[in-house]
């Protein structure tokens, strides 16, 4: 019997070679797009600063405790903008941590599985909400209950703004947080039951600590989210830049600082509108730091199945 060679469609195997060669290409060319995008950031960031340190001695900026650029006599100490920051953020995963990270417990160990779809985007849906909501919210509504609550708390104040951007972060570290427990494999759950825990024993003994790398990255991640929140801030907590520990007074972020030079009527390449690029670089070191942080601590707790 013959047997018949099988025709080979030379055009068809002409264009998968051509794509397998082409999309590589393609997708490298997007990651170089990103990588330059980041390093023109920093670089912006760099060199506008160096005019603002030529101005101001970098010492003086890290260590002083006034911040006054704008007035007749100014003074360019960043440490009050950092404390608002630091702060604001603290307030935030106050709020944000325990509720987060027991959502995402009960989500992975305890919520049955129509529960959890219909709960899980539920929850989500707030990272969709615009953050200047939130801060209309924040002055509107939390600020008023807290003054019913506590009379001397200022109209702008550090409290209320830390408590709204705990609430717009909840999301980032409950799905984050959750996704890593669910990636904890059940033969894990399964011995710990075989040998006598609890559902909790299990959840905060077994799947916490074994996902514990991916918990931390959320946690990283939402705050510095909250580091980096505008609007919130700027409608909330004021602009009294003030070397302010009581939650319940005015203060002022260095991401609201921004905006409020950013939209004003300081004129270009004066020293007080290159203290918007020196703020920036500090924000921006500040995150770095966060996120080296969290990958050391990751790189240390990761658990690998």
């Known amino acids: 019997m013959e047997m018949k060679t099988p025709r080979v469609n030379y055009k068809k195997k002409k264009s998968m070679i051509s794509s397998d060669v082409l999309i590589p290409k393609i997708l490298a060319f997007f990651a170089v797009i990103s990588i ?47 404390t608002g920051t630091l702060l604001v953020t603290l307030i935030a995963s106050i709020v944000a941590i325990p509720i987060g990270l027991g959502s995402a417990i009960y989500l992975s160990e305890y919520a049955p599985s129509k529960v959890r779809n219909i709960v899980k985007p539920i929850l989500e849906i707030l990272a969709g909400i ?10 509107n509504f939390v600020t008023p209950v807290l003054q019913f609550i506590i009379p001397q708390t200022e109209i702008f104040n550090a409290l209320s703004a830390g408590i709204v951007v705990g609430i717009m972060i909840i999301p980032i570290i409950c799905s984050l947080s959750e996704d890593a427990m669910m990636a904890v494999p059940n033969s894990l759950r399964n011995g710990a039951y075989a040998l006598g825990s609890t559902k909790l024993e299990v959840a905060l003994k077994i799947v916490v600590p074994a996902a514990l790398s991916g918990i931390i990255a959320s946690f990283v991640l939402g705050l510095s989210r909250a580091v980096g929140e505008t609007m919130i801030v700027t409608l909330a907590a004021g602009n009294l830049a003030q070397m302010a520990y009581n939650p319940l007074q005015s ?33 921006f070191v500040m995150t770095l730091a966060m996120n080296i ?3 050391t601590i990751s790189k240390r707790f990761r658990e690998e199945y």
């Open 251 to 283: 203060i002022q972020t260095l991401t609201a600082y921004i905006v409020s030079v950013s939209s004003g009527d300081t004129s270009y390449g004066s020293v007080e509108y290159m203290t918007i690029y020196a703020v920036g670089i500090t924000l």
């Open 293 to 295: 942080l969290a990958r």
């Open 36 to 82: 330059l995008t980041t390093v023109g950031i920093v670089l912006i960031l760099v060199f506008e600063s160096l005019g603002f340190f030529r101005e101001v001695p970098f010492w003086q900026f890290i260590t002083g405790t006034e911040w006054t650029p704008l007035f007749s006599d100014p003074k360019f100490g960043v440490l009050p903008l950092v």
């Open 130 to 139: 615009p953050t200047i909501v939130y801060g209309f919210f924040a002055l």
